[in-house]
């Protein structure tokens, strides 16, 4: 089959990152004889700079052309250290996400039995922790109106939501819980916000279509509690858009790095997968930021084509690197491995042992492959 993948790569440390699950698709591609067609289009501090616009025109079709785009990070420090600037790297990939229609985020969270000891947390704590994060990307306060006085002492966002926004993505989060553990918690401030009182309303309604599914109610302060002190409670967390920013990112520390955390945003015709991790431009060209959150988010890719079997032997290939302690130094700081080993060593575990790799595990373990 023939596909094609618009590649955003961005700032910082994005373009490394990318360049790695660019490479895996290319070995998912040769396994099981697809075509992949990769074309590449800036966006972010990058396009600024060459453009003067965060989200070029250029960009935008590219994306709206394509199967699917794989996206890497966006943000710079001349950007972040001056908030007057008028036009910022951000603003790019939220019109992007207007523009396609994306109004899922979908952020997976694991704890991988081989890392356990790398978290800051407790093993007892986290163990069997396996939850994913559902999040409403094209409402709430970050798109409401924003006003500022002319004195510049007094400002608002508004946060909005309308019961359309929340059925369409309240509809995905049942659905997923059902194949799941059949549990969904839905993240709020109900005590206190009228939205949320409205996400409350709507959701208990369309929990009735899905019996089978245990719904429950946590407040947002609460639950940032409950995810450290027993993360492995949860299975489906449904929230609004700033409440999902900030808990998704919270997960992250679950599994001891924010580089392991892959996401899909998904809307009725386009799909985005992104990395959660920000730029890092402290690490930019260094060859030490982590690859598995973009490799990862490349499996959610393949999984949204339809290429299931494709998608399992790439989650299959990271469990083993990881396992091998093919790791990168926020993982393990006297790793021989870089970003670009990483990538290289999942994309060969691939390509040596194809179909079977989920299955060959054990040859693996005992050196006949070639990468040991």
Not at 138 to 146: A, L, R, S
Not at 188 to 204: F, G, I, M, P, Y
Not at 256 to 269: P, Q, V, Y
């Amino acid at each position: 089959m023939k596909f094609k993948i618009a590649v955003l790569p961005g700032d910082g440390i994005g373009p490394e990152v990318t360049a790695q699950a660019i490479k895996c698709l290319e070995a998912v591609g040769e396994t099981f004889n697809h075509q992949f067609t990769f074309e590449e289009a800036p966006v972010g501090a990058i396009a600024i700079d060459q453009t003067g616009d965060p989200l070029p025109e250029a960009t935008l079709e590219l994306c709206k052309n394509s199967d699917a785009v794989l996206f890497g990070a966006i943000g710079d420090p001349k950007y972040d250290n001056d908030p007057s600037a008028p036009v910022r790297p951000e603003q790019g990939l939220l019109k992007l996400r207007k523009e396609l229609g994306l109004y899922t985020n979908i952020r997976p969270v694991k704890a991988f039995p081989s890392l356990i000891d790398r978290s800051p947390l407790r093993p007892e704590r986290i163990k069997g922790t396996d939850f994913t994060i559902y999040r409403e990307l094209t409402g709430g306060i970050y798109f409401g109106e924003k006003k500022l006085n002319k004195e510049g002492t007094v400002a608002s966002d508004l946060c909005e939501y309308s019961e359309a926004e929340i059925e369409r993505i309240a509809h995905q989060a049942f659905k997923a819980a059902r194949n799941r553990r059949k549990k969904l918690t839905l993240i709020d401030k109900a005590n206190v916000l009228e939205t949320s009182r409205l996400w409350r309303k709507v959701v208990t309604k369309i929990s009735e279509s899905y019996p089978e599914v245990a719904l429950d109610f946590l407040f947002v302060d609460n639950a940032a509690m409950q995810m450290i002190l027993n993360p492995s409670q949860f299975d489906v967390i449904l929230t609004e858009n700033m409440f999902g920013d900030i808990i998704s990112d919270e997960g992250s520390v679950i599994g001891g790095s924010i580089g392991l955390l892959a996401s899909a945003s998904t809307g009725d015709k386009h799909a985005l997968f992104e990395p959660i991790h920000g730029s890092f431009p402290q690490a930019k060209g260094l060859n030490i930021a982590n690859p598995i959150a973009s490799i990862l988010s490349a499996v959610m890719l393949l999984e949204h084509l339809g290429l299931k079997d494709e998608a399992m032997a790439l989650d299959c290939a990271v469990e083993i690197a990881i396992k091998k302690n093919i790791v990168t130094p926020d993982l393990q700081p006297e790793s021989k491995f870089g970003t670009t080993e990483v990538g290289d060593q999942i994309a060969e575990l691939l390509a040596i042992n194809g179909e079977d790799i989920c299955v060959n595990e054990e040859n693996i373990e005992y050196g006949k492959s070639t990468i040991i």
